[in-house]
């Protein structure tokens, strides 16, 4: 590698960290503006939106306005989701505390239908999101297509799902890189992969279209 080879790397890399820096702080700031319960989930919208930009090559757009214009627009559709998952979530975590505290009292059905359930819960949280952010649809449509593709799919699900754990497991061991890198890193990362999928989709699709007689 000679030296001009090695500039291009650095200057790559550091373009990245600070694209990174700058999603992840965008999202606490409109996090924070919409004091959390309305903020997080259309910000959250916004890191998917901007990182499936970047992924797929559109890596000079302007951050601020198109975070804000991708806030404002997904706004109330995000929070829809964000809050069903929410609140299937602490569901999950208060059936949880019950099978733990009683599971002497239970039979074994009980605890691997639970489990069973946080499976699928675990594939809305994370395809639910890109699917947002790449299709057009209803939030209905968007949850049961989150289901058929990370079952049929269930491969990409484990990897994006190794992802997340491993970012939020170096974010916790090392919490000053969670105001910088968290959730920027979530959502290229999940992007990244999911894409890959969308655009198989997709491809399928076009040509599907193309084969329909005039």
């Known amino acids: 590698m000679n ?12 373009q990245w960290i600070v694209r990174l ?32 930009k970047w992924v797929m090559g559109e890596q000079e757009i302007k951050i601020w306005p198109t975070f804000k214009q991708i806030f404002r627009r997904e706004f109330a559709t995000a929070n829809l989701m964000g809050w069903i998952l929410t609140i299937l979530g602490c569901i999950l975590y208060l059936n949880y505390r019950v099978i733990l505290n009683s599971s002497g009292e239970m039979t074994f059905v009980i605890p ?3 489990y069973f359930l946080v499976f699928f819960y675990t594939i ?3 395809w639910t999101f890109p699917l947002l952010v790449h299709y057009k649809a209803t939030w209905r449509q968007h949850f049961r ?8 799919k269930i491969h990409y699900t484990i990897v994006c799902s190794a992802l997340v754990f491993a970012i939020l497991y170096l974010s916790f061991s090392y919490p000053g890189v969670i105001p910088f ?5 979530i959502g290229v990362g999940c992007m990244w992969f999911t894409l890959k999928i969308f655009n198989k989709m ?7 279209t193309s084969e329909i007689p005039m």
């Open 145 to 152: 297509n989150a289901i058929i593709i990370g079952l049929t």
């Open 202 to 208: 997709d491809e399928g699709m076009d040509q599907q």
């Open 124 to 126: 809305l949280v994370i």
């Open 181 to 185: 890198f968290t959730i920027s890193s």
């Open 112 to 114: 691997f239908a639970f």
């Open 21 to 52: 820096v700058v999603l992840n702080i965008l999202w606490i700031l409109f996090s924070t503006l919409g004091l959390f319960v309305a903020g997080v989930f259309p910000a959250s919208a916004a890191v998917f939106a901007i990182a499936r």
């Open 3 to 14: 030296g001009n080879q090695l500039v291009n790397k650095l200057d790559t890399l550091l």
